[in-house]
């Protein structure tokens, strides 16, 4: 049993499947570099034929990184194939990752179709792809629910038409780890020719087993894993790739991955930032609590040896006590020292444009975290905006109603509105609306704190529906009224119409 397991990272394909999160291709850019840093072994870089987008950023990635292999995701038809293809034609390292359904599930209720069928569909498949590509990759979708006996036959139909790895997902997130990793175990033994490829696990979170089932996936022979930073994903999300990482350097299994651990912190408040999607405080490995102690008994014990309550070093994950702290007197170097730490490289004129942002910011808190200069160097998403916030002037108290009025600049023009409501952000919202009249409902508000303290700077998610279709929207601000009526001119500014 080879003891290398191959990172799979699929962040910007199935990660970026999550709502309100899409990245722009200069954004993918910039995560797939550090990904590289990090050491992944396959970035995942997009599904090119769902859009021109995704098209195009398996084009870019491909040319902005080198040692990773780079895969695009195609079903097992001849035209996504094609199609990735000519998206991978720049890239040092190619994958086409092809597949489908095998569950009954799929098979009857998905295609319509019978077993016998999607077997020579898939079979077909590879043979295709392997026309362009020596590597070649075959996922057996919802594997988690098919019949052993089935899933097996199809492994080795794939694997004879020359399937380098096969991925056994967990795409409902079904399994309990002991049967996702009997699973596994029953391919490698009644697989004929299993040696010749690589299997792969992609476990998704539904019932909060992603990472367990991959673990147990991996003990009993798999040798690569689909992962994501943060864990981020469809519904529930996927198998977090910092936990796996973290499990197998803490527990000395002699399985080894490439990651360098000590990326893995600066590289999950990237892809926070860049998708606006927060990282939970209790989240394993890179929450903002994972190394925190707030009951007595325990912070004595880690007074006395760090041991006692921590299994791992915050060192191991890039979280360094003693990193630079930027107030208000930092100067423009120690901001780009900063950025460049934390993987982000701007042009002069970008970063005067941050370093400016940054003062204010600075002007209005101790001490600026690098989550807040993250949340700075990706605030340029509003300078196309149609639709910017010019002033927001709000009163509210205990006993007295709350009333706001702010301007907007409408593609060059002024305008201004008050209201009334129940609370400051009510009333700066309504008088918002009296400015925008469309028929707009809010569906989702979510307030984070990026940090701990009272002049911290806020991060507002929107989720607003307008004719039938969910926008989302993102706001940063010190004043958490400003950051939520600048979410919902995000949302605003997206309409389609």
């Keep these: 049993m080879n003891d290398r397991l ?58 902005a990184v080198t040692w990773p292999t780079v895969c695009a995701l ?35 209720y998905k295609f319509n179709s019978n077993r016998e069928d999607v077997l020579a569909q898939g079979v077909a498949a ?15 979708e919802d594997a988690g629910r098919t019949e052993n006996e089935y899933l097996a036959r199809v492994v080795e139909a794939v694997i004879k038409a020359g399937a380098t790895v096969v991925n056994i997902p967990d795409t409902t997130g079904y399994c309990l780890p002991s049967e996702y990793g009997a699973k596994i175990k029953y391919l490698m033994d009644h697989v004929d020719g299993i040696d010749r490829a690589v299997i792969s696990t992609h476990c998704h979170n539904d019932l ?7 673990l147990s996936g991996v003990l009993n022979g798999a040798r690569q894993v689909e992962v994501t930073i943060n864990g981020i994903g469809e519904r529930a999300g996927n198998t977090s790739e910092e936990e796996i990482a973290m499990i197998l350097k803490c527990h000395k299994l002699g399985i080894e991955t490439n990651i360098n651990t000590r990326r893995i912190y600066n590289v999950s408040r990237l892809v926070s930032s860049l998708m606006n999607m927060p990282v939970q405080p209790n989240k394993a490995i890179v929450g903002r609590n994972a190394f925190a102690h707030s009951s007595g008994i325990h912070q004595d014990g880690v007074l006395k040896n760090v041991e006692t309550y921590e299994i791992i070093n915050p060192k191991d994950v890039g979280i360094d006590d003693n990193s630079i702290i930027l107030t208000a007197r930092s ?88 209201a009334s409501g129940n609370g400051p952000i009510d009333a700066a919202v309504k008088a918002l ?5 469309r028929e707009m409902t809010l569906k989702e508000f979510t307030i984070q704190a990026v940090s701990k303290g009272s002049d911290d700077l806020g991060k507002v998610h929107m989720q607003v529906e307008y004719k039938g279709v969910s926008y989302y929207g993102f706001g ?6 400003a950051a939520s009526v600048e979410a919902y001119i995000d949302c605003i500014n997206n309409f389609k119409d």
């Design 476 to 481: 940063a601000n010190t004043d958490i009224i």
């Design 331 to 418: 100067g423009r170097a120690a901001l780009k020292h900063r950025l460049h730490v934390l993987g982000i490289e701007l042009e002069e004129k970008r970063l005067d444009e941050v370093y400016q942002n940054f003062l204010k910011v600075a002007d209005k808190k101790k001490d600026v975290t690098d989550d807040d200069i993250l949340v700075l160097a990706g605030a340029n998403r509003s300078d196309a905006h149609k639709i910017k916030l010019d002033y927001l002037q709000v009163t509210s108290g205990v006993g007295v109603q709350s009333v706001a009025s702010l301007g907007l600049n409408i593609a060059g023009e002024k305008f201004e509105a008050c």
């Design 74 to 108: 195609t079903r097992a038809i001849e035209k996504d194939i094609d199609c990735a293809n000519e998206a991978l034609r720049f890239a040092k390292r190619k994958r086409i990752h092809t597949g489908i359904g095998t569950s009954d599930y799929h098979i009857k």
């Design 126 to 140: 590879v043979k295709y792809a392997k026309k362009y590509v020596e590597d070649v990759e075959f996922y057996a």
């Design 433 to 437: 609306k009296n400015i925008i009249k």
């Design 6 to 63: 191959f990172i799979f990272d699929t962040t910007l394909r199935d990660g970026e499947q999550v709502p309100g999160c899409q990245l722009n291709t200069v954004e993918k850019i910039e995560v797939a570099k550090q990904l590289e840093l990090l050491g992944v072994d396959v970035i995942e870089a997009g599904f090119p034929i769902s859009s021109p987008g995704d098209f195009t950023s398996v084009i870019e990635i491909s040319k």
């Design 208 to 214: 909060g087993m992603a990472t367990a089932n991959t």
